[in-house]
């Protein structure tokens, strides 16, 4: 009785593991089935795509930093150790560049309006020429006086030959402002010569670059990278012309700028002058003055004759 007492829970046993693994079985076939990101449910999901993203996010950086690094070892020039190896031809072209600066800050701040044809000198003369009584040199003179500038100069140069004839007040007025231009032109001058000079001289030391180069690499030793001195040579010998350009280019630019500004400034003050003319022409052979008798204030303008014009 013992012996099939056993038996028969061996068997129940048996009976029970194969029904649980009949209930089991076809469920761990499906999980089996699945995809692996669909095993675990929405947040594993979500779990992937932030270390996906992580993953992609450092390989990007460290795409980056290797990009970064090739740039890095890129070959790059030195200005500075390219000035330096220009040679003494360097300086001038430096001094040059210097000189157009200084010139061009000068030069833009004389050759403002103001400084040249001033309003108020334009306003108070056109006051004088405007009014109904008669046209007084002596209040003209003073007025240019009060208003120092190139125009006044001109105007000035014009009202000392009231009562001359017609032509030789012209050329007063002609004489005056051509040389009121050329001292407004003077420091411009000076842009020029720069742009002159300064290609001429980088030039010159490219020519003995070039001379250099070619004896050091002729007298290279045998086993030397003869091509390599060769184009080192070349591209130092370079710099001074290139620097030389740098300076010349602007220099004429603005040298050119100045030259157009000086003449549409003298433009006006010949305008300015031929509006005058008319009336300084009522005088012509009726009186003669002079700097001390358009400064003198205390006669009229009838009595500061000087003398008479002869015939």
Same mark, same amino acid.
């Given at each position: 009785?013992? +012996? ?14 194969g029904a649980a693994l009949a ?91 103001s400084r040249v044809m001033p ?24 007025? +240019? ?36 231009? %050329? ?27 070039? *001379? ?33 350009? +740098?300076?010349?280019?602007?220099? *004429? ?21 031929? %509006? ?12 003669? %003055? ?22």
């Amino acid at each position: 009785m013992r +012996c099939s007492s056993g038996a028969a829970m061996r068997w129940i046993a048996w009976l029970v593991v194969g029904a649980a693994l009949a209930v089991v079985w076809p469920s761990a076939a499906r999980l089996a089935a699945q995809a692996p990101g669909d095993v675990g449910g929405p947040g594993d999901r979500a779990l992937d795509e932030r270390i996906d993203r992580a993953l992609d996010g450092a390989q990007e950086q460290d795409d980056e930093t290797k990009q970064a690094e090739a740039e890095d070892d890129q070959p790059s020039l030195n200005p500075v150790k390219l000035a330096r190896q220009g040679g003494w031809l360097m300086i001038p072209i430096i001094a040059l560049s210097v000189v157009v600066v200084i010139v061009a800050i000068e030069r833009a701040l004389a050759l403002r309006r103001s400084r040249v044809m001033p309003e108020e000198l334009i306003g108070a003369l056109g006051q004088l020429s405007a009014g109904e009584d008669r046209f007084d040199p002596r209040k003209a003179y003073r007025v +240019c006086q009060q208003y120092p500038s190139a125009a006044a100069n001109v105007i000035r140069a014009m009202l000392l030959k009231v009562g001359r004839p017609h032509t030789e007040v012209e050329h007063a007025v002609a004489e005056a402002s051509d040389r009121e231009a %050329t001292v407004l032109y003077g420091n411009v001058r000076w842009l020029t010569l720069s742009a002159a000079i300064s290609p001429l001289l980088g030039l010159l030391g490219t020519v003995q670059g070039m *001379i250099m180069a070619f004896f050091f690499t002729a007298k290279a030793e045998v086993g030397q990278n003869k091509a390599t001195m060769l184009a080192e040579g070349i591209y130092t010998a370079l710099v001074t012309t290139f620097t030389g350009l +740098c300076v010349a280019i602007p220099a *004429i630019v603005i040298a050119h700028w100045f030259e157009g500004r000086i003449q549409s400034l003298f433009r006006e003050v010949d305008d300015l002058a031929g %509006t005058l003319l008319p009336h300084v022409e009522r005088y012509e052979g009726k009186l003669r %003055t002079n700097a001390k008798s358009l400064a003198d204030d205390g006669k009229p303008v009838e009595a500061t004759v000087v003398e008479k014009a002869r015939g």
